[in-house]
């Protein structure tokens, strides 16, 4: 059985109430979702807070999960950026931002090996795209940035950089179809 | 505002990536509720950019989160017989249940209702040596597509099964209708027996190994069979209805 299978399996399970279904399902994704959660927040206690609330989320809306959402790690996925995305807002608004000079523009190129060729669609669509518009949606995408954090964070006017994704997005829709 | 495939596209895709922010997000969300081609929009997006997630390396969250996400599921207040109530079309990914699926509103809302009935029937039966197979009872229950009870089913922890006939469910002359355990896994299906016929009862003994296959089984099936049920072992006639099974 493939792991998106059995995930869906588990998935099916938990929505019955299944708590060990459940429980299996957490051990399966939850290293995966939580260093995106981690990546994002930058900080273990709010990515596992995020985490924490994504996992009750998805047990009590099993059912929202169906094909048109994609694979059930993919579904989980999205749950636990826009969560993850709405406490970065809070964070911001709460603290002066820390521009965090660590996190560097992530390697694409170098991650090819951990999919199979089936996956990388879009990760080769992103290679693709000039240096300005991959950084920009890579930033916004792996960091939660804003148009006008982008903006800081390149040095760039506002109008330049909002440009820049929207050019990103438009390419990377028309190499996807192709 | 009637987005062009284009804005929408444009749109969805930064409402995915997080860059969309503040008002134009919530109001992007509230056309999301609205509008099926907006919603389409942003799941494909969302697809494709779960594989941009996936670049990141896994990392362990400290053993104590399961624990915190263990208790709250535990103590919230939902059943499983609320969340049949509440969600009345469950729909999986796996071409295994598109067609298990369909049957299924019917049968579990009217199983809330039947439930009651079949636990006062139990608790009439005569009880058995206390012998434990399985951590909890199931109940599964039947229904026509007008919603009319068929069959209740149940399965106490001792392996007990029984079925109750609720309606009309006198099969044609040369025939019997015959219940499928479909273990997890998408496994072949094991015979459960064959149904009684209308008004009629039936209780057997599940051995130990088919009882320790209700837990996590993806349902229960019935069949159309010739008159004595399968001659093969496996399901050969046309899979009439379907049911999940629910844990009391």
Known sequence: ?178 | MKLTNEQLDRIAAEYVIGSLKGQGRRRFETMMMESYRVRMAVWSWEQQFAQLAMMIPDQAPADAVWQRIKAQIAASPESVETRTQSDDKPRFADRFMDWIRQPWSMALTASVLLLVGMLYWQSNYPTQAPQQYIAQQYVATFASESAEALWLVNISEDGQLRVTSQGDTLAPESNSYELWLLPADAAAPRSLGLLPATGGRMQVQLDKALASAVAGAAGLAISLEPKGGSPTGAPTGPVLYQAPLLRL
Not at chain 1, 60 to 77: C, I, P, Q
Not at chain 1, 83 to 100: F, M
């Open chain 1, 1 to 178: 059985m493939s792991e998106s299978t059995e995930l869906v399996q588990l998935l099916r399970e938990s929505f019955r109430g299944n708590q060990d279904a459940f429980e299996q399902l957490y051990k399966k994704s939850s290293p995966r979702l939580f260093a995106i959660a981690l990546r994002l927040l930058k900080d273990r206690t709010q990515a596992e807070e995020v985490l924490q609330e994504a996992f009750v989320q998805i047990w009590h809306n099993a059912s929202e999960y169906h094909s048109e959402r994609g694979d059930v790690l993919a579904w989980m996925t999205t749950i636990v950026r826009y969560r993850a995305l709405d406490h970065l807002r809070l964070k911001k608004r709460e603290a002066v931002i820390n521009e965090d000079t660590d996190w560097e523009l992530y390697d694409i190129e170098s991650s090819y090996g951990r999919q199979s060729t089936q996956e990388i669609a879009l990760v080769g669509c992103m290679s693709e795209l000039n240096m300005d518009q991959r950084n920009s949606i890579s930033l916004a995408f792996f960091e939660g940035l804003t148009h006008e954090e982008l903006a800081g964070r390149l040095s760039k006017p506002l109008g330049t950089v909002k440009a820049w994704v929207r050019r990103g997005i438009q390419s990377l829709k028309k190499c996807l179809e192709r």
